[in-house]
């Protein structure tokens, strides 16, 4: 790949670097996004197959469904309180995002903007963020998430990524 300056990888290299955490885990907000903008892409019939990437260091945010307690289920406006204006989840669950970018809004047809999604995890995984992110993983259509400990890991853990998006083996 072109890594001269103005490359696509030199540009994808360079926002890479300018990512500043900000304490939060947006998954199902991102992974939404991520549908639209697919679904949405003008050069989406020239590009039939599409994949993608997350790479996060914690587990998603709830959406407020915890808090303020006891938080709002979103199954229903009944659920969120004495004012169900006031409270309402604007995405679905994460697996339920993740799941939309794989198989669209409609699992019999699973024909969604992105033939799979891969997780990969940063930093060691505790048991309930592991079981999150191969559940999120799963629902995107890869087997499980994948985790490095540091930069060397993720960058093994990319090729691997990269190899199976090649091998289109999810």
Do not use: W
Request: glycine share 8%; hydrophobic share 40%; with cysteine.
């Amino acid at each position: 790949l072109d890594d001269a300056p103005g490359s696509v990888r030199a540009s994808v290299a360079q926002q890479l670097r300018d990512v500043r955490a900000y304490g939060g885990s947006p998954l199902a907000a991102a992974l939404d996004d991520a549908h639209f903008a697919l679904t949405h892409l003008s050069a989406r019939q020239a590009a039939p197959r599409s994949y993608v990437v997350l790479i996060t260091d914690g587990p998603a945010d709830d959406d407020f469904r915890q808090l303020p307690s006891p938080g709002c289920a979103c199954a229903s406006k009944d659920e969120c309180g004495e004012d169900p204006t006031s409270m309402s989840c604007p995405y679905p669950l994460p697996a339920e995002a993740a799941g939309h970018l794989r198989c669209g809004f409609s699992n019999a047809a699973c024909d969604g903007p992105a033939n799979a999604l891969y997780v990969l995890g940063l930093g060691d995984a505790d048991a309930p963020e592991r079981g999150e992110l191969d559940a999120l993983a799963a629902a995107g259509g890869s087997d499980r998430a994948r985790f490095a400990a540091d930069a060397n890991a993720l960058r093994t853990r990319l090729d691997d990524v990269m190899q199976a998006i090649l091998r289109d083996d999810r």
